[in-house]
């Protein structure tokens, strides 16, 4: 019933930059929630950055000050600008949308998209 659709993954050096974007589509009425997530190999999928629909920002500390997330309504897509990478923050990042049905709500995640930070 929803889809996310993620893109802008890919390799880069330490110190520089990728943006990711997910758009989210199917039958809903809104969206409550969207982010991202990653997961390393053998640990826990954990919360990068989190945007509610009122606009209010989750952040790991991990990530405080180099990450930056956006929305776009309209669009039903977020975006993750990502600065200042490192080589710890290489894993898979998987979207995620909290989506408002008629009667309840649906949580739903992307298919990841890999982020490789170089030294």
């Known amino acids: 019933q929803v889809q996310l659709v993620e893109s802008g993954g890919g390799l880069v050096q330490a110190g520089g930059s990728l943006r990711l974007s997910c758009a989210a589509s199917?039958?809903?009425?809104?969206?409550?929630?969207m982010g991202w997530y990653r997961q390393a190999p053998g640990k826990q999928r954990e919360l990068v950055a989190l945007?509610?629909?009122?606009?209010?920002?989750n952040y790991a500390d991990s990530v405080k000050g180099r990450f930056t997330i956006s929305g776009d309504n309209a669009k039903n897509t977020v975006y993750l600008q990502m600065n200042s990478l490192k080589p710890e923050d290489t894993t898979v990042y998987y979207c995620y949308a909290r989506c408002q049905l008629v009667l309840r709500y649906l949580e739903v995640w992307g298919q990841g998209t890999l982020v490789t930070v170089s030294s």
């Open positions: 945007i509610r629909s009122g606009n209010s920002t």
């Open positions: 199917g039958s809903f009425r809104s969206i409550n929630a």
